[in-house]
Each structure stands twice: as C-alpha cells, then as structure tokens.
C-alpha cells in the first residue's frame, strides 16, 4: 500500500474525512470532513486567518457571496479563459483532460501536438481520440425562477456561476474597503472561502476535488514597490508553512512559472511544490497580479479603482501581490508530514505527529480501569478541570489502556492522562507522550 491509500484509510477510520455522498454511492471530486477532520481544518484555517491578519496592521478580512454578477467573470477573463483542454476517447467515451494523461504538454496544447504524443487511452488503451475542445470549469447555476421549458434566452439572462475562486470577492470589495477604512499602502484583503471548479478528472483524494476552501490575500502596493513586497510576502508563505502549518522545508520546492504556462494576468508566479506521497504537487501559489484585476473592474462598472495616496496626493491604480492557497491541500500536506509508523516493545502503530496547536484533542483523560467507580469519579472530575482550561480534551474510557493509547496516536492527540489508584492516595497521574511513548507522573494541580 502506499502511503496515500494509508492516510486516506486512517482519514475513514478515524472520521477525519470520508468519500461525499458515500450511503448513495458517492459523488465524484466531493469529500465530506467527520468530527476529528473539521477540528483539524478548523484549527488549520484559524491558525493563517491569526497569522495572515489578526496579528498584523495591515491585513483586513472580507467574506463575500459565493453567487456574484456574471460581469465579474466577464472582467476578470473566466468565461473567456477559465478552461482545461478536453480529450474524448472515441473507442469507450470516457474524457479527460489531455494535459494529465500526456507526458510533456501543457493546457494550451493543441489536437496535433496531443496525437504527437500518441497517448493511449488510459481506460480501455486503445489509441483513437477525438479533437481537444476547450471545457470551462465553472459551475453554472441560474439565480431565480427559471424553469426547464423556459427559453434560452431567460435561462442565459439568470445564468450564474458558483465562484471559481474567492480571489474576486476581494477585487470587487476593494473600493468598499478603501472608503470605509482608509488603509495605508501596502495593505491586503485576506478571504477564507469555498470556491467550485468542475474538474474533469478529480484525483489524488482531497487534492483535486471539485469544491475546496480556499484562503487567499490580494496584497495591495504601489506599483513600483511590487518586487520588494513579493520577496516580503514570499518569505512569510515560508514562515507560515513551517512554523505554523509545521510542514518541513526540505518537503517544499519553489517553482518559478515560465511565461508562458503563467495565468493569463500574472507577471511572475511561483509555486510551492510539495512532496505529497504520490509525488510533487502544487500546495499553493504566489502571483504578481499587476493592476490586471483592478483595471479590468474598473473598465467592466465604469467606476475609478485609483487610489490616493494620503501624504503626497498623488493617485495611482495600485499593484495585487498574491498568496493563495487550498485548505485541503494544505490540510493533506500537514497529515502526509504527521503521518508515522514505528514500533513500540514490539508492536507496530501509527501516529499522527500532529503539531499541538493543530491536532483535534490536546489531552485524553482516561481512568485505568472503567469498572472502579471511585477511578470513574476521580478521572471524571480531572477531565471536567483541563476541559474548563484547555476545551480540546477528549474522554476515553473504551478498551484497555494499549488501545486507547492507539487510538489517541492515530488521532494526533499529544498527551493521554490516566488516573489509576496511586491517584486518589497522592494526587498524581500519568502523562503519556505521544511521540515517545515515555510516561512520567505529575500533580493534578501542575496540568
Ligand atoms: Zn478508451
């Protein structure tokens, strides 16, 4: 087995995240995270959202509507561009997307340079493809009463898209941003929200899916300052990633994008690579936007996007450095990091080396034995003092002592505190690391 399969198995077993839709048969590119897996996002989202804005001066948050105006995918070239190369296999008709299946070609590859590569078709293995057309990934919804029989005409007039991206809810709250606040140059807009690509093959579990959380910042700066603050942001994506995600930097390659594979809008890109367990794959990206965005707003609604600089006076259309970054693959590159197998006297287990301000449960309290009430009582009363201070504290009183270590291992939890009859005599525990598997005594007073 390899190891993905090993992260996804434990992610179903201990109710991190399980298939979507799985009782009727699954959805595919969908993923639904359980009690341990929503705790972990949770503490992974709060952990940028402190780092990214709450502890700095120059970071604002905004949360808009998933559903926006058409017009903002017109401006900001989606409808136009949003798209992946589309290959049909005319033997089975199963599709793909060409630049996946073929070694060596990009999103922009044509019908020829695709049947040069003489690719075969990875369902049934025959060679016989149909042209590439291009299959925009957004997802159509109509806003409204519209009905089945009704006219294309009133149906294209409501057509709306679940946002492809949060990057545009923050563009088009700029100017509300700027009149409300007041903000001084750089300054950013962070977002955390969930954005819907119609992928054509979803794979690779959480790491290509047809929704995900996204959680970006569009870094506003004056133009000729762009390179300065790009180094500052890029350093602070490294900063974040191993300090706080916990990832570790010999896991993380940076890739700078050539010209020509860059986003229609940007200027310089890089990606961060990570290692995952099927390979390298992007973990996020960081882009110099230009004034793409803005320029296109401000010719889409007409209105001025030019900021005034309050010292000089001088107005300018200021410059978009951009981090962006998917929740789920992040959330997967910190459980490929965490994810251990060893063995202890013996016996194999396996942990989640989850660091502790990410994992779901900081303690597990435990009596040594379930069936002594006054151990029951006593563990219970220890339990309710640590939940009081800690909140993320878990009660285990299933199995014997070995399981429940193993099941407190397999959920990350860093510490299992257990009070056996030593305990009502002297007021002391036992503090079992999940690391080390060493256990050391302590006062209840000293938690
Ligand atoms: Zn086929």
């Not at 048969?25 to 959202?49: E, I, Q, R, Y």
Request: glycine share 6%; aromatic share 10%; proline share 5%.
């Amino acid at each position: 087995m390899s190891k993905l399969e090993d992260i996804v198995s434990l992610c179903k077993r201990r109710g991190f995240i399980f298939p979507g839709s799985d009782i009727y048969g699954g959805m595919a590119g969908t993923w639904d995270f359980g009690p341990l897996g929503v705790m972990l996002k949770k503490n992974l989202m709060d952990s940028w959202w402190h780092f990214f804005v709450e502890k700095r001066d120059d970071m604002y948050g905004v949360d808009a509507a998933i559903l926006m105006n058409p017009r903002t995918w017109e401006a900001s070239g989606h409808t136009a561009t949003f798209a992946d190369p589309l290959v049909e296999c005319k033997e089975c008709k199963s599709r793909f997307r060409a630049d996946k299946i073929a070694n060596n070609i990009t999103e922009s590859v044509t019908t020829e340079e695709f049947l040069n590569t003489h690719t075969k078709c990875p369902v049934c293995g025959k060679e016989n493809w149909g042209p590439i057309r291009k299959f925009n990934m957004m997802f159509e919804t109509h806003v409204g009463a519209v009905l089945p029989d009704d006219n294309a005409e009133l149906a294209d007039k409501n057509k709306a898209y679940l946002r492809p991206e949060t990057a545009q809810g923050i563009f088009t709250n700029y100017k509300n941003i700027v009149d409300t606040i007041y903000p001084d140059l750089p300054f950013g807009i962070a977002q955390q929200g969930k954005s819907f690509r119609n992928e054509i093959s979803p794979r690779d579990f959480i790491l290509r899916d047809r929704e995900c959380y996204q959680m970006e910042i569009e870094y506003f700066v004056k133009p000729d300052t762009w390179e300065e603050n790009f180094e500052k942001m890029r350093a602070l994506q490294h900063d974040f990633l191993a300090n706080v995600a916990g990832l570790k930097s010999e896991d993380i390659h940076e890739y700078e994008v050539p010209a020509e594979d860059r986003a229609h809008y940007s200027k310089r890109t890089i990606d961060f690579m990570f290692d995952y367990p099927n390979g390298e794959e992007e973990l996020m990206g960081l882009a110099y936007r230009t004034d793409f965005d803005l320029a296109n707003i401000a010719r889409e609604s007409g209105k001025s996007m030019e900021y005034r600089d309050k010292k000089t006076n001088e107005t300018f259309v200021p410059h978009i450095i951009e981090p962006s970054i998917g929740v789920e693959r992040l959330f997967l590159a910190v459980l490929s990091t965490a994810y251990t197998e060893d063995e202890i006297d013996g016996e194999k287990r396996t942990i989640l080396k989850l660091p502790t301000h990410l994992a779901p449960y900081k303690f597990c309290v435990s009596p040594l034995l379930k069936n002594k009430p006054e151990l029951v009582e006593k563990a219970r009363e220890v339990y309710n003092l640590l939940k009081e201070k800690y909140t993320f504290v878990t009660w285990d009183d299933s199995g014997n002592i070995g399981k429940r270590y193993r099941k407190q291992d397999e959920i990350g939890t860093p510490k299992c505190i257990v009070i056996d009859f030593d305990t009502l005599e002297d007021d002391t525990v036992t503090i079992r690391d999940r690391d080390t598997a060493t256990q050391i005594r302590k006062k209840i007073a000293e938690l």
